[in-house]
């Protein structure tokens, strides 16, 4: 029987090497010159630490840049406010990876509106659909990257098996 499986990820180590240009970046940059600027990636957790609100937008425009040149969606990012502690300014993005359970009970629900003949279930981090014709799951695939703006993560159909 034909599946498939909708997934969120990215590969981080692209994500290492976007934040290291940014880093390089900004380290040139003149408008950054004799500021204490920088990018820290722990984890999932990109922080951007500057002297200014004003720096910090330049510094985001210029993470997305690279991000979105390594093939990293940046719809999956989620900007925190920015802080302040002394004389620096930090703030934090989040990089989410993985389909968080109401995310995935809304694309299960978005699937079995459609009324095609699949079944759709969720599989911890991702949800799996399967059917009786490798047309119907091309279907499925093509009405998720339709309804992509409603979903607010970008998705990826791996492990397609006929």
Same mark, same amino acid.
């Given at each position: ?12 180590? /692209? ?9 390089? @970046? ?7 010159? =004799? ?15 500057? /002297? ?18 390594? !093939? ?13 502690? =002394?004389?620096?300014?930090?703030? /934090?993005?989040?990089?989410?990876? !993985?389909? &968080?359970? %109401?995310? %995935? ?25 399967? =059917?009786?014709?490798?047309? &119907?799951?091309? /279907? ?6 339709? @309804?992509? @703006? ?13």
């Amino acid at each position: 029987m034909p599946s498939f499986d909708i997934i969120s990820e990215f590969d981080m180590h /692209e994500a290492k090497n976007a934040v290291d240009q940014a880093s390089k @970046e900004v380290d040139t940059r003149f408008d950054f010159k =004799g500021t204490d600027s920088s990018f820290e990636l722990k984890d999932d957790k990109l922080i951007m630490i500057s /002297e200014s609100v004003f720096q910090l937008q330049q510094m985001f425009s210029i993470i997305c840049t690279k991000l979105s040149r390594r !093939g990293i969606n940046i719809a999956c990012m989620e900007v925190g406010d920015a802080k302040g502690s =002394g004389k620096l300014m930090r703030q /934090e993005i989040t990089l989410k990876q !993985g389909l &968080d359970s %109401a995310l %995935a009970k809304k694309i299960v629900k978005l699937i079995k509106d459609k009324k095609l003949k699949v079944q759709a279930a969720i599989q911890g981090d991702k949800v799996r659909v399967t =059917g009786k014709k490798r047309d &119907d799951l091309q /279907e499925v695939i093509q009405m998720l990257r339709e @309804e992509q @703006e409603q979903l607010e993560m970008p998705l990826q159909y791996d492990n397609f098996r006929d």
